[in-house]
């Protein structure tokens, strides 16, 4: 069996390990993509679409936001927006959730897949 886990799913179990990572918080709709940001506090973040795939950003499902105007913006076009990416497939898949994360001044990104056999 495959498992699948969202974004936001793997950062809680890496910084129950302790890994750094940024501060984000789920919202199923723009309304609580605003009360995310708020409890986040600063003043810049990303609102980002949480489904099974790579290729989010380049699809339109990742978005800096600079205001809380912008993350309730963001977060309403991005929520049930068909989102196709290289590994969607033409047919895309429906946002259901988006992911609110700090902003942050990246230096690296990493990226790190396993698979079991």
Known sequence: EMMNIHE??????FAKYGVPTP???VANTPQQAVA????L????WVVKA?????GRGLGGGVKVAKSIEEV??????ILHMNL?????GPEGKTVQKVYIEEGADIQDEFYL???LD
């Open 8 to 13: 936001y799913q793997a950062k809680e179990i």
């Open 23 to 25: 501060k984000g918080l």
């Open 36 to 39: 995310a940001a708020h409890q």
């Open 41 to 44: 506090g600063g003043n810049i």
């Open 50 to 54: 949480q489904i099974h795939a790579g």
């Open 72 to 77: 309730e913006k963001y977060a309403g076009d």
């Open 84 to 88: 196709v990416t290289h590994q969607t």
């Open 113 to 115: 897949g396993i698979v």
